[in-house]
């Protein structure tokens, strides 16, 4: 039966050139090798070395076996490479769910600057509304989510990111983009672009109008915060809506202004509870919470273009 070092060593005396060589690459001695090529010739019946003076030429059966066997160190060079490229969270695959709002262009661009480190790496994203986002966290079919908070879902374990604000966004042109900061004040003679009732966002937004008592005209509800935008920039009236998609529109048609009170827009890493954390993933998280917290350090993201977030 064939030994995986006889035929390491006769792959390495045929690449180096002789014993001596062959026997330093292998670390270890001359005779070793040359019983381990003995060994070889004998179990395949064939002869593989030819003393020509002081060197051993390799014959044609040889040359030809070296063919075959070269074959099958390449494919093992590869699975090696695979493996070091794993290890080192270099290239593998990486499934990520995320609610809209990040989905709209903040997290697509740190996946690209992602693939750009990690050439070896594929990855799929899925977006949906967060408690979809916790199920596919929870059933192991996603890696990691981004979810708005509170996250309440069985199987799953959150981890904090910072706090982002809220921002206004008015038509561009409009009265009120002359004004740095917006308050509830500035928005009781404007309809106004709801977000739907089941979204946090909408909540607090209520409340805080509701303290300042100011009331809002409003024709137009809408769940997702890309519609809310859209509508603004269509005229609909003026909104209040996650940065993410905020900075998104900013320059399109929509001017994207600071609000005070603050309303806090909460974001969280979802896990699924007791699973492994791939190194892929754990480095992947530390771009995106390193981009949340420049969002949340920031003073203003309405200075910004459209998609003048920071990436990592």
Same mark, same amino acid.
Do not use: C
């Given at each position: 039966?064939?030994?995986?070092?006889?035929?390491?060593? $006769?792959?390495? =005396? +045929? %690449?180096?050139?002789? +014993?001596? !060589?062959? /026997? *330093?690459?292998?670390?270890?001695? &001359?005779?070793?090798?040359?019983?381990? +090529?003995? @060994?070889? &010739?004998?179990a395949l019946g064939l002869t593989l070395f030819e003393r020509r003076g002081t060197r051993l030429v390799p014959t044609n059966e040889a040359l030809s076996l070296y063919r075959e066997v070269e074959r099958q160190f390449v494919g093992l060079d590869r699975i090696e490479s695979a493996a070091r490229q794993l290890r080192e969270g270099e290239a593998g695959r990486l499934r990520i769910a995320a609610?809209?709002? $990040?989905?709209?262009? $903040?997290?697509?661009?740190? %996946?690209g600057a992602f693939l750009k480190e990690k050439p070896g790496l594929e990855v799929s994203i899925y977006g949906s509304i967060s408690s979809q986002v916790?199920?596919? =966290?929870a059933s192991g079919f996603c890696d990691v989510?981004?979810?708005q908070s509170p996250l309440d879902f069985p199987n799953i374990e959150v981890e904090a990111m910072a706090p982002v604000p809220g921002l206004a966004v008015i038509p561009e042109g409009h009265r009120l983009a002359g004004k740095e900061v917006l308050?509830?004040?500035?928005?009781?003679?404007?309809?106004?672009?709801?977000?739907?009732?089941?979204?946090?966002?909408?909540?607090?937004?209520?409340?805080?109008?509701?303290?300042?008592?100011? !009331?809002?005209?409003s024709r137009v509800e809408t769940p997702l915060s890309m519609i809310a935008c859209s509508l603004v920039a269509a005229g609909a009236g003026l909104s209040i809506v996650d940065p993410f998609t905020a900075a998104?529109?900013?320059? *399109?048609?929509?001017?994207? *202004? *600071?609000?005070?009170?603050?309303?806090?827009? @909460? =974001?969280?890493?979802?896990?699924?509870a007791g699973r492994?954390? !791939?190194?892929?993933?754990?480095?992947? =998280?530390?771009?995106?919470?390193?981009?949340?917290?420049?969002?949340?350090?920031? @003073? /203003? +993201?309405?200075?910004?273009?459209?998609?003048?977030?920071?990436?990592?």
């Open positions: 039966m064939l030994n995986p070092r006889q035929i390491e060593a $006769f792959r390495t =005396v +045929i %690449v180096t050139g002789g +014993i001596t !060589s062959a /026997a *330093r690459a292998l670390h270890i001695s &001359q005779p070793a090798v040359t019983r381990l +090529i003995h @060994d070889l &010739q004998y609610l809209p709002t $990040f989905n709209v262009g $903040f997290l697509p661009r740190i %996946v916790m199920e596919w =966290v989510g981004f979810a308050e509830p004040q500035d928005f009781a003679d404007d309809p106004f672009v709801l977000l739907e009732q089941s979204t946090p966002m909408r909540y607090y937004t209520d409340a805080v109008f509701a303290a300042a008592r100011i !009331s809002r005209r998104e529109y900013h320059g *399109r048609g929509v001017v994207a *202004r *600071r609000f005070r009170p603050s309303i806090h827009y @909460d =974001v969280g890493v979802v896990w699924g492994l954390r !791939s190194t892929l993933a754990l480095g992947f =998280v530390q771009k995106v919470k390193a981009a949340v917290e420049a969002m949340a350090d920031r @003073d /203003a +993201i309405a200075a910004e273009p459209s998609g003048g977030l920071p990436v990592p």
